[in-house]
């Protein structure tokens, strides 16, 4: 009974890391059809109207802060630290630092509350 107890919640945080991860992810690919969109509008922004996104103003009481997230080690959780999280930093001032390592390892991580 126990361990299935400390079954249902690792799992449960796993699924909740995962949910926040691929948010994480959408946020950054809204961010980046924020600024495809506004380009196709004003094919020549200048530099001030290019500053002042919807993304750049809702982040602007979080410029400077770091969001900590981990994955697993898959091709998804690569290209949003790759590439989605230095656009979603470029864009909104937010830091955003993805620990990817194996799922014994985030179990692990997990288990000891960190």
Request: proline share 5%; net charge negative.
């Amino acid at each position: 009974m126990v361990e299935t107890i400390k079954c249902r919640r690792r799992h449960s945080s796993l699924f909740r890391l995962r949910q926040n991860v691929w948010l994480l992810g959408l946020l950054v690919v809204l961010a980046a059809c924020q600024g495809a969109a506004d380009a196709a509008v004003n094919p020549a922004p200048n530099a001030a109207s290019a500053q002042d996104s919807f993304w750049t103003r809702a982040a602007a009481p979080y410029v400077g802060s770091t969001l900590y997230g981990i994955s697993e080690d898959s091709p998804p959780s690569l290209y949003v630290r790759d590439v989605l999280a230095p656009h979603f930093a470029a864009e909104t001032g937010i830091d955003v630092q993805l620990h990817i390592s194996t799922i014994d390892k985030i179990e692990q991580i997990i288990e000891n509350g960190g």
